[in-house]
């Protein structure tokens, strides 16, 4: 994996804040859940003439099982909870958060968060997130069904509140992607941190090796591009970021494809 560290994540001017712990989520699975997801994956019926009618197509029959198969192939998740800094009192708002699942990596002490605000534009996951919620007894999570471009998104939390908002494996599938992130900018405080993980293509590859990932992945509507990175450096000035390759399930060990984490500071 390689890594660069321009200061510490969790770094504030002022006095020195309690660093919340993370904790291992670990999701269990069998081999007929992942069949399930797999069959889900592998013969999508993709319906709708919205971005939000396709996603819940392709969604809705693999909801319940996202995580339970997903955190074996979303490996910048980790390193993305683990880098990202995040402090007792902080407003925390997840982008595109699904399932509510890296809520998970916390455990008790969410409730150290002054408020979390998870958005998602797919109902079914949607409502995973909220059962989440409901099952943990979180009282200061919030799930909210929406775009994470709508800047006018009823239960946002207020523009230059917001401590924390992360995205994860989100941007690659969301088209007007540069919305997100202006919105993003829009939420943040001055000094407030954004942390992002991705699938992405990389100059080390050979091409053949970048048009695979690209072809791969358009096919299931996610568009991987190197230009996330260099917007996010352009507009975030760099307080961590990393590239590593992850494997699937079920697929030869060879074939990885590169993800990267990115955490950085609205100045």
């Known amino acids: 994996m390689v890594s660069t560290r321009s200061q510490q994540p969790n770094s504030q ?5 309690h660093r919340i712990d993370r904790v291992e989520y670990t999701p269990s699975h069998t081999l007929f859940t992942d069949m399930q997801v797999l069959k889900a994956m592998w013969f ?9 009618e396709q996603l819940e197509s392709f969604y809705k029959t693999q909801a319940h099982l ?12 980790k390193p993305l909870v683990q880098s990202m800094p995040a ?3 902080d407003v925390w708002v997840d982008l595109g958060g699904g399932t509510g699942s890296n809520l998970e990596f916390f455990g008790a002490d969410i409730s150290e968060f002054k408020k979390v605000v ?3 534009l797919t109902p079914s996951l949607v409502q995973v997130a909220r059962e989440r919620v409901l099952t943990n007894k979180w009282a200061n999570v919030e ?4 775009d994470a471009t709508d800047q006018n998104l009823e239960g946002l939390p207020a523009a230059g509140s917001v401590d924390l ?13 540069k919305d997100a992130l202006a919105n993003a900018k829009r939420l943040l405080k001055p000094g407030g941190h954004i942390a992002i993980c991705d699938f992405t293509v990389t100059e080390c590859q050979w091409p053949i090796s970048r048009y695979f990932w690209k072809r791969l992945f358009a096919s299931d509507h996610v568009h991987l591009n190197s230009e996330h990175r260099r917007h996010l450096r352009d507009n975030f000035p760099c307080v961590h970021t990393e590239i590593g390759y992850g494997t699937f399930p079920y697929v030869p060990r060879l074939f990885k494809c590169p993800f ?8």
């Open 143 to 146: 799930i909210v069904l929406g």
């Open 165 to 177: 908002l992360t995205i994860s494996y989100a941007l690659t599938m969301i088209p007007n992607w």
């Open 13 to 17: 001017d002022g006095p020195t804040e």
């Open 118 to 120: 998870v958005v998602d």
């Open 66 to 77: 996202y995580d339970s198969y997903r955190c074996r192939m979303l490996h910048g998740r």
């Open 44 to 52: 999508p019926s993709i319906k709708g003439s919205t971005h939000q």
């Open 260 to 267: 990267y984490v990115y955490v950085g500071r609205n100045a």
């Open 87 to 89: 402090s007792s009192g």
